[in-house]
């Protein structure tokens, strides 16, 4: 059985089968300062030590060829209540050792969304931010997504975009939305184009197994995949433990990790070892999934 090890709080150092000893933050003081403020960062280099992401390559595409049928593969809403064997990845230490510098050592795991669109039929991710839809939920609203490429993500099979500093512009992180077609959107509602500029988008291109880096308020979206090549990203969602959740606000429909070192904010965390299907039957998705992004 998994059980995973947390490192404690002190623990400055640990092994990498990348790059020998990761400190406990693997990003240059450039790096975060490039974060802070373009609320944004490319990491091209390998994230998982290469075994390890080919187990989690292959644990994924058996969870894919289970998806019931109708379910979208881009609506693979947190896969690890069903799957907890996720968890040997989502709180792999390469993977912490990214959100540390951002956060903190004391780190929860909020969320994570498999976003897969398959080739020729992939829906688009209409510009949004996700604070928006996490309102109410964390305070404060501090939660850092690492976007782990599984296949290659490019412009051509619809790659994440962002818009740089719309995290600390104008509405930071809750401006207004309007209806979007469903029918070819991964969810319902996009941010009103008068409170965007998308001439100032950057497209964030990545090899499988490299990943991205964006504040929750930043404004993000992507385009259709109409290539011949499936487009899939993990997303892995960090917090400080200092944050609060809002169990109330989410209706008893959610849990949260324990990452890394300890609570600060006085949280109730879920045991990484067991699947929750008394909270899968709360979010309506025992057997299926729900976007609830
Ligand atoms: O995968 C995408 O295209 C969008 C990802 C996204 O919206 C997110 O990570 O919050």
């Known amino acids: 059985m998994f059980m995973p090890v947390f490192p404690k709080p002190t623990l400055s150092t640990t092994m990498s089968a990348i790059s020998g000893p990761i400190r ?62 996720l968890l040997e990845w989502a709180l792999d230490e390469s993977i912490l050792c990214l959100a540390t510098p951002i956060l903190g050592e004391d780190l929860a795991l909020f969320s994570t969304h498999f976003i897969c669109k398959p080739k020729g039929s992939g829906r688009r991710v209409p510009w949004h931010e996700d604070s928006a839809y996490w309102k109410g939920k964390i305070t404060p609203m501090e939660v850092c997504t690492v976007w782990l490429a599984i296949d290659p993500s490019t412009k051509v099979n619809g790659c994440m975009m962002v818009i740089p500093r719309t995290h600390r512009e104008a509405r930071q992180g809750f401006s207004d939305y309007e209806n979007v077609d469903l029918s070819t959107s991964v969810f319902g509602s996009e941010i009103v184009q008068r409170q965007r500029d998308d001439s100032r988008r950057v497209y964030i291109e990545l090899q499988p197994n490299q990943c991205s880096l964006h504040d929750a308020r930043i404004q993000h979206g992507s385009e259709p995949n109409t290539s011949d090549l499936r487009r899939c990203g993990w997303t892995l969602r960090f917090c400080s433990t200092r944050a609060r959740f809002n169990d109330e606000a989410f209706g008893g429909a959610h849990q949260v990790y324990l990452a890394r070192g300890r609570d600060l904010g006085g949280n109730v965390y879920a045991e990484p070892t067991r699947a929750y299907p008394e909270v899968l039957a709360r979010r309506g998705m025992l057997n299926s999934y729900r976007n609830s992004h």
Not at 38 to 58: H, I, M, T
């Open 24 to 85: 406990t933050g693997r990003l240059t003081s450039g790096q975060v300062r490039h974060y802070e403020s373009e609320g944004y960062l490319v990491f091209d280099q390998p994230v998982l030590p290469e075994a390890r992401f080919d187990g989690l390559k292959s644990c994924f595409e058996e969870i894919l060829a289970d998806l019931p049928a109708g379910e979208r593969p881009e609506a693979m809403d947190v896969p690890h209540f069903m799957h907890p064997k």
